[in-house]
């Protein structure tokens, strides 16, 4: 079991930046692919980008070039940094993650793949 608590959250205008935190508690004995998702109103959710305990990457088109994700192992947390935002990147953004059964690499952006999550963090850009 592993608990996720995101922050970082809040308002900004289009081109500003935000960066997400989310901090993991509970067995931290095992390592985990770990990932941020975000859900729109009205839309399902999706996977915005992943990374492995061995730190290789999978970002979504849509966020390549802007987003970078990042782990510090030795404090259990997660980082998010979103520059360049756009009205579209509204939404909740969760932390996920899922025990690395399969190696150290995550490519899924699947949210199926992921058991474990936060509650959530609002992300607003405005134009």
């Known amino acids: 079991q592993v608990q996720l608590v995101e922050s970082g959250g809040g308002s900004v205008q289009s081109g500003g930046s935000l960066r997400l935190s989310c901090a993991a508690s509970?067995?931290?004995?095992?390592?985990?692919?770990m990932g941020w998702f975000r859900q729109a109103p009205g839309k399902d959710r999706e996977g915005v980008v992943v990374?492995?305990?061995?730190?290789?990457?999978t970002y979504a088109d849509s966020v390549k070039g802007r987003f970078t994700i990042s782990r510090d192992t030795a404090k259990g947390t997660l980082y998010l940094q979103m520059n360049s935002l756009k009205p579209e990147d509204t939404a909740i953004y969760y932390c996920?993650?899922?025990?690395?059964?399969?190696?150290?690499?995550?490519?899924?952006?699947?949210?199926?793949?992921?058991?474990?999550w936060g509650q959530g963090t609002q992300v607003t850009v405005s134009t």
């Open positions: 509970g067995n931290t004995r095992r390592t985990y692919c």
């Open positions: 996920a993650a899922e025990p690395d059964y399969y190696g150290p690499t995550c490519t899924s952006l699947r949210k199926r793949d992921f058991g474990f």
């Open positions: 990374i492995g305990s061995d730190r290789r990457t």
